[in-house]
């Protein structure tokens, strides 16, 4: 299996307008147990795994899946944001700490324009969605926040899309039912598999009318039901906003 290194390199979500600091890396083990899975769940791929020397508030390395001729697709995760729990913002219920271990998950189609997919490179311009979900992993760590289903993020706050030529400039997480969904460890953790869809900026602004339910609908029925990455997919907010 090949291996990486991510550089440095320009953040998303304003990750680099915060100082941050570590947070405790409680489960290292969790990694190997998460790529297994993966393994498990889609087998017989090439792969190759991306380190992430900027370890803070901790590090999340990236795996790539390679397409093969029955899934069309890369699919990508992270290894290390189940590293820590996500805690619950009101902190506690009932004197108990609610916590939450996540991984992310993404898929791209099969043409994606790497300069050379056989040794990837984290500094590529085309290798964005990599540096994205790197930082999508690190942000609730970074900011103490609780990420789930339903959880919107702009790209900034001024809504800047993530690369020019499209206009898509924010996340909604997913999460599927079934094996894509979580995974429970040997010590009884769960951890959950989510998935970032990304959005234009008057679909964040129509969450709140439509719920993150009809929005995913919506979204599907542009994409002919598929959570593959399409950088040029339709609006499925116009005329919600007047």
């Not at 290798?127 to 103490?144: E, G, I, S």
């Not at 959005?199 to 598929?226: F, N, Q, W």
Request: glycine content about 6%; hydrophobic content about 40%; proline content about 8%.
């Amino acid at each position: 299996m090949d291996r990486c290194t991510i550089h440095k390199s320009t953040h998303f979500f304003s990750m680099n307008d915060r100082i941050m600091e570590p947070v405790p890396v409680l489960h290292r083990d969790y990694a190997e147990a998460v790529e297994q899975y993966f393994y498990r769940l889609f087998p017989n791929r090439t792969r190759a795994a991306l380190a992430d020397t900027g370890s803070l508030p901790l590090p999340v390395d990236i795996e790539v899946l390679y397409p093969t001729a029955e899934e069309p697709f890369y699919f990508i995760h992270t290894l290390g944001m189940s590293a820590a729990p996500m805690t619950y913002p009101e902190g506690t219920e009932n004197g108990e700490v609610r916590e939450s271990y996540s991984e992310l998950c993404l898929m791209l189609p099969s043409d994606w324009p790497f300069a050379d997919s056989h040794h990837l490179s984290i500094e590529e311009p085309s290798a964005w969605p990599l540096r994205m979900l790197r930082d999508l992993a690190k942000f609730p760590h970074a900011h103490h926040l609780w990420m789930s289903y339903g959880f919107m993020l702009p790209n900034s706050e001024q809504g800047e899309p993530f690369i020019p030529g499209s206009d898509l400039c924010g996340v909604l997480m997913v999460q599927f039912d079934g094996e894509l969904g979580e995974l429970t460890l040997d010590d009884g953790i769960t951890i959950q598999l989510l998935m970032p869809v990304l959005v234009y900026a008057d679909e964040m602004e129509a969450y709140d009318k439509l719920g993150p339910d009809t929005l995913i609908e919506r979204i599907l029925d542009c994409t002919h039901e598929s959570f593959i990455l399409d950088l040029h997919r339709s609006h499925v907010a116009q005329g919600l906003l007047k």
